[in-house]
C-alpha cells in the first residue's frame, strides 16, 4: 500500500511531467524522434484464424507452404479432344486424319479407361488427361463427322495439357508472412485446400471527444456549441487504417469524467479528442502521466503541436487537438501508423503521391514541420489560403497536402514538392 | 400466349445467336466496344440515404449546400485572453501592461457580460469571444498576477479570432455530387448540422460458380476434383468495388439448374463463373440468350476471350472463363468497372500505376490485347514466364500486370510500359 501510493506522489511529483496549462509548451519533440519511438515499441497484435470469405483486406501472420499439388492431375487447358500427339503429324487441311472417338471426359467425370492408337476423347477444359493421350486438339481445329473426329491440324506432345503441380508444387512457399491480401490470394489459398487463414488481429480502438462545446453529430449546430465532427473522422480513419469499427464516447470537460473515459477503455488504442492543448480544461495529459506514460507532449507541427502520445498498460493513447485538421493531423501522423503496425501493415503514408512544382511559394519556419493543404491546378501546386487549424473545409476542398521539412523555411515557387493526395 | 410462345421461338431460332459450342467463336468482340456499351448502358443506381458513421467510401449522390455558418459566432483560435487590441499595443517585456480578469469563456460556456477597458477575459480554443472584445492574446504571452493578467506583447484586432463563417458560409456548396467521401468530408458533413447522407445504392451482385470439378472452398482437392477458387476472389473484388457481400452459389454443369440459378437471380449484377466457352458443357451463353440478351460473347482479350456479356431485365450478366486467371482479367476488364459505375464510382482501372522500362520482350498477337503478368525486378519490369490462364499462383507472384494493346505485335525490351499494380 505505502509503495504504492509512494509511487504515485512521486508520479504526481516528479519532474518528468512539466504541467503546461496557461503556460505554454518548453520544447516540442521532433516528429521523427516520435515516429521512431512509436516503430520502435508498437508491435503487430497476435494472429487470429479467419474464414477467407471474410480475410480480404488482412495481413497474413505466417507464410504459407503448400501441402498438395495444383492441380492434382494433368488436365486439359482447351476444349477439344486427348490423343496421342504423334499420330497427328502430318495432318493438315488437305490432309485430314480421322480418329474413333472412344469417350469423353468432363471436369470432375474422367475417362476412366486409356486411349489407344486412332482413338480420340472429347475432352472438357479442366478435366482430367486419360491415360494413353498426352496432347490436347483444341475443338476449333477438328469436326465430329458422323460420330468419328476428322482433324486438321497436327499438335505436339503435351500440347494443351496443364501439368499435375504447374500452379502449384507440394512444399511450395506461396504467400509471406505480412502481405496484405490480394483478391486472387485469397483464390490460391482456397485451391491448396485452406479454409482459414492466420492473420494479425485488428486492433480495437476507442475514441473519447471531450469538449462542453459540442452537440452529437446528427444535431444541428445551435447558440455557441457546434457539432463535434472528430468523432466520424477518426472513426473512417481507423477503419481505413484496419481497425475494427471504433466505439465513441463523448464526455464532458471535466478531469474526473475525462479520467473515467481514459481509464476505463479496454482497447489497443485510445484516441482522446481534446483537451490535449495548454488550456486550464486541458486535463488529459496531466491523466496519462499520472496513471501511465505521457511519452510526449507537444510536437514541433503545425497545425498539431499539442498533440501527445502514451502508454497506459498495454495500451496506446494519443492526445489528439481538437481542432479538427489538427485533428487529422496528429491521427495521420501518429495514431494511423500506429494502428496500421498493430494490425501488421506498413507505417507508411497510406496516400498515393505525386511530385510537381509549386505555383506560389509556402512560408514555414525552422524548427517544425508544416503540414499545408493544397489542390492542384492545372499540374502546379497551390497551397490553400483559408487553412487555420479550424477549418476543416480546407481539407475537403484540397487534393491533398506537401510536409515542409523541419530544417526549411519553406518552398520557393517553381519547387518541386511531393503532394500526398487525399483520394485514392 | 401465343405472341409469347413465338417471341421465345423467334429468339430461340434467332439468326443474332451462334452457338460456339465445339465450334469456336466466329469473331471476337473488341475490348474497347464492350467497355463503350457498358459506359453507354450502365447508370448509377437510385441514392438511398444513410449515416454518416456508415458513409465513408461511399459516392455522394447530390450536391451538399450548408444552411448553417460555421462556426456560426466569432470564437478564440488559441488559449489565451481576449481583449480589445488596442489597449495592447506598446506592450513589451521592458514595459509590461496590466489588465483586470474578469471572467472566463469557455467552449460552449461564453462570458455573457462586456469587457470594458482595462478588462480581460480568459479564454479558451473554441470559446465565444464576449462582446468588447476583438482579439486574444495567446496564454504563452502573459501571465497571471495576484488575479491580474500581466502582458508582455501587443496583439493585433482580430488576431487569433476565428470569425463566424470562416469554415463554411451559408449557401456555401461544401461538397459536389459523385464525390467518394473522405474521412475529413463526414466531418465538414457533421460540423453543418447532417447526420444523413443521401448516396449512391451499393450495387448487389450474386456470384454463380459453375463446374462438377469443383468442390467449396475449405475442402481439400482429392481425386481428380479441385477446390472453387474464384468465389472467395470475386467476393473480394466485388467488395473492393463497392458492392455489397455478395451471394454465392454453386451449381452443377447442367443446363437446367444453371438456368434455374440465372434465372432466379434479383440482384443488381450476376457473375458466372465458368461455362461460357465452346465446351459441350458451357451453357450459358445460350441461357443468356434465350432468355436476355447476350450482347457480347467471346473478347478479343486473352487469357479471357470465352467472357461474355449481356442483359436480362434490368440486371447485368457476366460470363466470366472458370480458369482463375481469366476470370480475374474478365473482371476486372467488365465487370469491375460496371460494379463500380453502378455505385456511382469512376469506371477507371482501381490500380495505381507505375511507367517502368521492359526487362524483356513481350510477344502478342494484333488483334487482341494482352494482359500479361509481370514482376518489378529493379525498377524493370519482368514478364513472368509461367502464367497461362490456369496458374492463379502467376497472379500472386505478380507485382502487377501490362497490357499489350490490340495494335501491337508486342513491347520491346527496353520500351517504357505502364504496370498497373495490384497491391494499393
Not at 8 to 15: E, L, P, Q, V
Not at 89 to 112: Q, R, T, V
Not at 391 to 415: H, K, M, P, W, Y
Request: proline share 6%.
Amino acid at each position: 500500500m505505502s509503495q504504492s501510493s509512494e509511487t504515485g506522489d512521486s508520479r504526481a511529483a516528479g519532474s518528468s511531467f512539466f504541467d503546461v496549462r496557461m503556460r505554454g509548451f518548453r520544447d516540442r519533440a521532433d516528429v521523427d524522434d516520435v515516429l521512431e519511438l512509436l516503430s520502435r515499441r508498437v508491435r503487430p497484435l497476435p494472429p487470429e484464424t479467419i474464414r477467407l470469405d471474410e480475410a480480404f483486406g488482412r495481413v497474413l501472420a505466417q507464410d504459407i507452404v503448400s501441402d498438395v499439388a495444383v492441380p492434382s492431375f494433368d488436365r486439359a487447358a482447351m476444349d477439344g479432344y486427348a490423343l496421342h500427339a504423334e499420330e497427328t503429324f502430318g495432318a493438315g487441311s488437305y490432309n485430314p486424319f480421322d480418329f474413333a472417338i472412344i469417350g469423353e471426359s468432363l471436369p470432375g467425370w474422367p475417362f476412366s479407361e486409356g486411349v489407344r492408337t486412332g482413338e480420340a476423347v472429347r475432352i472438357m477444359t479442366g478435366a482430367p488427361i486419360p491415360k494413353g493421350a498426352d496432347s490436347v486438339l483444341q475443338a476449333e481445329a477438328a469436326e465430329e463427322v458422323a460420330g468419328r473426329l476428322r482433324i486438321r491440324e497436327a499438335v505436339s506432345p503435351g500440347r494443351n495439357v496443364g501439368h499435375k503441380g504447374e500452379d502449384i508444387d507440394v512444399g511450395a512457399v506461396i504467400l509471406r508472412a505480412n502481405r496484405l491480401l490480394r483478391p486472387q490470394d485469397l483464390g490460391v489459398l482456397a485451391s491448396i485446400g485452406q479454409g482459414r487463414v492466420a492473420v494479425f488481429r485488428r486492433p480495437t480502438v476507442s475514441i473519447v471527444i471531450t469538449g462542453d462545446e459540442l452537440l452529437p453529430c446528427g444535431s444541428r449546430p445551435e447558440g455557441f456549441r457546434i457539432v463535434d465532427s472528430n468523432s466520424v473522422m477518426l472513426a473512417a480513419l481507423t477503419c481505413r487504417d484496419g481497425a475494427l469499427p471504433p466505439s465513441v464516447q463523448m464526455v464532458p470537460d471535466s478531469r474526473a469524467t475525462i479520467e473515467a473515459a481514459i481509464l476505463e477503455a479496454e482497447t489497443d488504442v485510445l484516441l482522446v479528442s481534446g483537451g490535449s492543448s495548454v488550456g486550464q480544461e486541458d486535463h488529459a495529459p496531466r491523466i496519462l502521466a499520472d496513471h501511465g506514460e505521457l511519452a510526449v507532449h507537444g510536437m514541433a507541427l503545425r497545425p498539431a503541436s499539442p498533440a501527445g502520445v502514451g502508454f497506459l498498460c498495454d495500451r496506446l493513447v494519443f492526445l489528439l487537438p481538437g481542432n479538427p485538421v489538427s485533428c487529422l493531423c496528429a491521427y495521420d501522423f501518429f495514431a494511423g501508423p500506429t494502428i496500421r503496425r498493430l494490425g501488421g501493415r506498413s507505417m507508411d503514408w497510406p496516400y498515393q503521391k505525386r511530385r510537381l512544382p509549386l505555383a506560389r511559394k509556402i512560408v514555414s519556419a525552422v524548427g517544425r514541420v508544416d503540414y499545408v493543404r493544397v489542390q492542384i491546378v492545372g499540374e502546379k501546386v497551390e497551397p490553400l489560403a483559408t487553412s487555420g487549424a479550424s477549418i476543416l473545409s480546407s481539407t475537403t476542398r484540397a487534393d491533398g497536402f506537401v510536409l515542409v521539412a523541419r530544417d526549411n523555411e519553406g518552398c520557393a515557387a517553381g519547387e518541386e514538392v511531393q503532394v500526398f493526395l487525399y483520394d485514392g
